[in-house]
């Protein structure tokens, strides 16, 4: 009974063929509402003047992450540059630049008020790079963001293909760089003035190939390194869930390690941890917990670390940068959320900046990072989760990333464009579902059958 109810339904060719007509018509003309009222993009704000921001204690540089113009992001995006954007107090625009496809690490050059140093990638073909295939350069530069003048200060020519622009390097003196070198799985101190490696650890000396991602196409995506005050390096091994500390002779100090590999109650391919000594209240570990959605803090006690804060909301998406300020705040970079936030000691959202696919923030005037900041246990700081309420309230976003794995929530954000959110990706998931049923469908009433033997027949349908 219930099979030739169906039957008759689906023999009901023209109210099915109506019904498709509409929900096509509409989905089209919400996508084009979408795109005509959409807000202007970040370039545009900037080009137009005036504020983009309200009025922050101090300048705001941010580094995003573009996807290239070139180059195998390219093909999928398009036309895509990164920006580096200095943000004055009042929330004008104090600095802008987009000549290069991505910008990463964003550091305050000690003993200046307005010079920033971080690292870019670019492409270059190649024949501009005099290679048998194309290439990409990472670049470290120095930038006065009053005003504009810049200089390199130090370069690497690296293959074209994913996972091999650098992400963060640290100051180690007027002459010296220590480089997160993503795409040789290491980490390096290099004499800028000469190019010459002069000390470097390599991941494969203290961990197992089967250990992180794939090898070697992107094994442990170490994305940052950070030279402590006793000379040991910190790192952050993304892919393999893991902040390492790393004595420059013997290595690796297991019992120092934050995280386990898969165990994603710690950590989840986190990005930019800072240090804070016990002069701030430490030890401790303020990170960027990017897949679970929170920018966390553990603390060191008797030997282990304990968790001691978090901040998340129902808007923060892959955070990759966090900050402690001096005043107690936190400032937050929110990649996915398209924000810069800055939260106070309960966790309430007291500045934000609207960006595209922001990678890192520095607030300048307070130190490089979070050495200015006190720990959390030390300030009492309240940790606020993202059902806490003042971060946005409940969003298709966070909806999504609880039915939908993260991966292609994040693989989605990278190839839509701009003007599509997730209601937008929504609709057009319905509407792709809507054609191919109305395509099988048609397949269903047409005339014709087709045998896939040898010869492919077509008959007549009975």
Known sequence: MALSRLR???DSRRPLRIAFVLVVLVAVGLLAVSYVTAPPTFPERVERGGTIAEPANGTTVVATQGLGREGWHQAFVGDSPGELVAV????????????????????????????????????LSAEQCDAATD?????????????GETREVYGYVVRNEPSIRWHDVDRVDETHLAVADISEDRAFVVDTETGIVEWQWDAQ??????????????????????????????????????????DPETGVQEDWTLGEEDNYDILYEQHNPDYLPESQGGPAVLVADSHNNRVVEYQRVDGEWE?????????????????????????????????????????DVVWKLTVNLPYEAERLGTGD???????????????????????????????AYAIVPGEIILGLGFVLPGWMGFREALVVGGLVATLGLWAVLE????????????????????
């Open 8 to 10: 008759s339904v689906l």
């Open 88 to 123: 004055a107090p009042d929330g004008s625009v104090a600095y802008y630049d987009d000549t290069y496809q991505a910008y990463w690490d964003v550091d305050p050059v000690e003993g200046t008020e307005s010079t920033v140093e971080y690292v870019a990638a670019e492409y």
């Open 135 to 147: 290439c990409y350069r990472n670049t470290v530069l120095r930038t006065n963001v009053s005003t």
């Open 205 to 246: 000396s203290d961990l197992p190939l089967d250990s992180g991602g794939e090898y070697p196409t992107d094994w442990t995506h170490i994305n940052d390194v950070e030279i402590l005050d006793d000379g040991r390096f910190m790192l952050s091994l993304r892919n393999q869930d893991r902040v390492v500390f790393v």
């Open 307 to 347: 968790q001691t804060w978090q901040y998340g909301d129902a808007v923060l998406q892959w955070p990759r940068d966090g900050d402690r300020l001096p005043n107690g705040h936190t400032l937050v970079t929110d990649s996915n959320g398209d924000r810069v936030i800055e939260v106070d000691e309960s966790g």
């Open 369 to 399: 990072e979070s050495t200015g900041g006190p720990s959390a246990a030390s300030a009492d700081l309240q940790s606020h989760e993202a059902g806490d309420g003042g971060g946005g309230g409940l969003s298709l976003r966070a909806i």
């Open 443 to 462: 397949l269903y009433w047409a005339p014709w059958s087709v045998s896939l033997h040898k010869p492919v027949r077509f008959r007549r349908k009975e």
